[in-house]
């Protein structure tokens, strides 16, 4: 009987202890990837960690779409479609000329939730990594709606896109939700 209760007892401590540990970070077991912003207008507030160093400047992007959907531009003449796509809903007579991007050393990867009803929603890529003859592309995404604060009653389309090193590799994007109680946390520590 002894035991069986001090093996119980071994095994509930080191399940605690597990427990207490929370979800061990993502780490890339492969070669991390740098990241460039995407151009477009720069947001004012915090900058964002990156999941392998570094940071970045929150996400300004809204990409119309009624559906959530993942992108990876190798060329020009994908990069025009998703340009226009981009640039639809711009009310003005003539937009913005499309940034110049060397397709043969970058791609644009892109991340967009689709259509939302209000703002605090926002999603992000936070990482890239070369890994197992694939690249992973991490993006977090905020399901906050009037969960998160102050928020807008208007339609919204979260949108993310990144320039990454160019590669023929497959890409593969690893999702991760983020609540609004970790963002408003992760938001006050950068302050």
């Known amino acids: 009987m002894k035991p ?45 960690p990156l999941r392998f160093g570094g940071t970045r400047q929150l996400p300004s992007l809204q990409f119309p779409s009624n559906k959530s959907l993942r992108l990876v531009i190798k060329n020009r003449d994908e990069f025009s479609n998703f340009w226009k ?13 499309p940034p110049e991007i060397d397709f ?54 979260p949108a993310d896109a990144v320039r990454l090193p160019r590669t023929d590799l497959p890409i593969v994007f690893r999702e991760t939700q983020i609540s609004c109680a970790q963002w408003q946390k992760q938001l006050q520590r950068l302050k």
Not at 13 to 25: I, M
Not at 87 to 96: C, E, G, I, K, M
Not at 125 to 153: H, L, N, P, Y
Request: glycine share 12%.
């Open 4 to 48: 069986a209760l001090i093996c119980f007892a071994v095994l509930t401590s080191f399940s605690l202890w597990l427990g207490a540990q929370g979800t061990p970070p993502i780490t890339c077991h492969g070669k991390p990837l740098s990241i460039t912003m995407f151009p477009g207008p720069k947001m004012t507030g915090p900058s964002l």
């Open 85 to 97: 796509q981009l640039n639809a809903r711009v009310v003005s007579s003539q937009p913005a000329p």
């Open 104 to 157: 043969s050393k970058e791609m644009i990867v892109v991340a967009a939730m689709g259509e939302r009803p209000s703002s605090g929603y926002w999603t992000y890529i936070d990482g890239a990594c070369e890994v197992d003859g694939q690249v992973e592309v991490f993006v977090s995404a905020v399901e906050g709606g009037g969960k998160c604060g102050v928020v807008f009653t208007a339609l919204t389309y």
